[in-house]
């Protein structure tokens, strides 16, 4: 019996030293909840004074300021009105009756002088000039003209008068810093004036006088006057697109060499034969009315409703061997639909070519 309560105490004993043993071996777990072991973790740098504006500068580079647009006083308002009856949509063709370019010009006197940029003509044969009442005068050509100043002096028909700018006297009444208008067609630019400045540099040698003006001249400025504010011409543009313009000084040599009552000519006019065709008693057999084309209904015509005069000759076989522009219709897509027309007629045939003047009345 005491064997067996020895051997009792023994094993009780024995399991108390094992799970004491056992428990400090193996910490419990709630023990490693409380202190664990940290994870190192890294902190942003402390933004340095103006970090996040420099970004933004760098990745958003600053605009430009657009320019601050000049306000015209009041008395440039009444001088823009008041020029646009003289300032005109000058219109150039060739031999052909094909349109070249349409580009500014302006009335200098009552009888219908011209002035524009003498690379609006160079090259012409046929003009017509369209004021913005949209009365169309034919140009009969150059009274004068300057390769130096780039200027060039025509003559427009006219019975009763035309709306005219006056010039300026002399280079001297040009002042630095006096504020400058460009004036176009209306018909051509809806939003006048095209261009207005400051003049920086009136120039001094009068037979290359330039005025440099400040502000945007678009492109297709030329031909169009530069006026002061009492609606005086002070310069001319020669070349669109650049802030450049001839002075009066330079008109005044080329005016100078215009005569008085002078038609002018054309560059590339064809040339008339010093022997006129003889008559020929011969009937246009065939002559049906050019037709009148859809698309020009979109078109504003004008009072006079599109009237020309055409050339028509026709060779021995009595077939129609050319036509040509006389007097423009003004609308360049009137003009080809009677050149087109014209080409369909025939007449008897004869030992000579002959030509007959037609004149051309299109109404939709």
Request: hydrophobic fraction near 40%; proline fraction near 10%.
């Given at each position: 019996?005491?064997?067996?309560t020895l051997a009792l105490v023994c094993g009780v004993a024995l399991v108390v030293i094992l799970a004491?043993?056992?428990?400090?071996?193996?910490?419990?777990?709630?023990?490693?909840?409380?202190?664990?072991?940290?994870?190192?973790?890294?902190?942003?740098?402390?933004?340095?004074?103006?970090?996040?504006?420099?970004?933004?500068?760098?990745?958003?580079?600053?605009?430009?300021?657009?320019?601050?647009?000049?306000?015209?006083?009041?008395?440039?308002?009444?001088?823009?009105?008041?020029?646009?009856?003289?300032?005109?949509?000058?219109?150039?063709?060739?031999?052909?009756?094909?349109?070249?370019?349409?580009?500014?010009?302006?009335?200098?006197?009552?009888?219908?002088?011209?002035?524009?940029?003498?690379?609006?003509?160079?090259?012409?044969?046929?003009?017509?000039?369209?004021?913005?009442?949209?009365?169309?005068?034919?140009?009969?050509?150059?009274?004068?003209?300057?390769?130096?100043?780039?200027?060039?002096?025509?003559?427009?028909?006219?019975?009763?008068?035309?709306?005219?700018?006056?010039?300026?006297?002399?280079?001297?009444?040009?002042?630095?810093?006096?504020?400058?208008?460009?004036?176009?067609?209306?018909?051509?630019?809806?939003?006048?004036?095209?261009?207005?400045?400051?003049?920086?540099?009136?120039?001094?040698?009068?037979?290359?006088?330039?005025?440099?003006?400040?502000?945007?001249?678009?492109?297709?400025?030329?031909?169009?006057?530069?006026?002061?504010?009492?609606?005086?011409?002070?310069?001319?543009?020669?070349?669109?697109?650049?802030?450049?313009?001839?002075?009066?000084?330079?008109?005044?040599?080329?005016?100078?060499?215009?005569?008085p009552g002078a038609n002018g000519h054309w560059a590339a006019a064809p040339i008339e034969s010093p022997?006129?065709?003889?008559?020929?008693?011969?009937?246009?057999?065939?002559?049906?009315?050019?037709?009148?084309?859809?698309?020009?209904?979109?078109?504003?015509i004008g009072p006079n409703r599109g009237s020309g005069k055409y050339r028509v000759t026709f060779d021995?076989?009595?077939?129609?061997?050319?036509?040509?522009?006389?007097?423009?219709?003004?609308?360049?897509?009137?003009?080809?639909?009677?050149?087109?027309?014209?080409?369909?007629?025939?007449?008897?045939?004869?030992?000579?070519?002959?030509?007959?003047?037609?004149?051309?009345?299109?109404?939709?």
């Amino acid at each position: 019996m005491r064997q067996s309560t020895l051997a009792l105490v023994c094993g009780v004993a024995l399991v108390v030293i094992l799970a004491y043993s056992w428990c400090g071996r193996n910490p419990p777990q709630q023990g490693a909840l409380v202190t664990p072991t940290p994870v190192p973790t890294v902190a942003p740098p402390s933004p340095t004074p103006n970090a996040t504006s420099s970004a933004t500068a760098s990745a958003s580079p600053t605009p430009t300021p657009a320019p601050t647009p000049i306000v015209l006083p009041p008395e440039f308002e009444k001088v823009v009105h008041k020029a646009d009856p003289a300032v005109v949509e000058l219109t150039v063709f060739d031999a052909k009756g094909q349109l070249l370019r349409s580009a500014n010009a302006f009335f200098v006197s009552r009888d219908g002088v011209l002035v524009t940029g003498l690379p609006v003509v160079a090259d012409g044969a046929y003009g017509v000039a369209k004021t913005s009442d949209g009365k169309i005068r034919n140009v009969t050509g150059v009274i004068a003209s300057s390769t130096e100043s780039g200027l060039a002096v025509l003559r427009a028909e006219t019975k009763v008068g035309v709306s005219f700018l006056p010039l300026a006297k002399t280079s001297e009444s040009v002042a630095v810093g006096a504020l400058a208008v460009v004036v176009g067609s209306s018909l051509q630019h809806k939003e006048q004036p095209l261009a207005a400045g400051k003049i920086s540099s009136p120039g001094q040698d009068s037979m290359k006088d330039v005025l440099e003006i400040g502000g945007s001249v678009p492109n297709d400025a030329t031909g169009a006057p530069v006026l002061d504010n009492q609606g005086e011409v002070v310069g001319i543009i020669t070349a669109g697109g650049k802030n450049r313009a001839e002075s009066t000084a330079s008109l005044d040599p080329v005016l100078g060499q215009a005569k008085p009552g002078a038609n002018g000519h054309w560059a590339a006019a064809p040339i008339e034969s010093p022997t006129p065709m003889p008559r020929v008693a011969r009937r246009v057999l065939f002559n049906p009315a050019p037709r009148y084309p859809p698309e020009a209904r979109l078109i504003r015509i004008g009072p006079n409703r599109g009237s020309g005069k055409y050339r028509v000759t026709f060779d021995l076989n009595g077939v129609v061997k050319s036509v040509q522009t006389v007097e423009s219709t003004g609308q360049p897509i009137l003009d080809q639909a009677a050149i087109s027309g014209l080409r369909q007629w025939r007449a008897e045939p004869g030992s000579a070519e002959w030509t007959v003047l037609v004149p051309v009345t299109f109404q939709p």
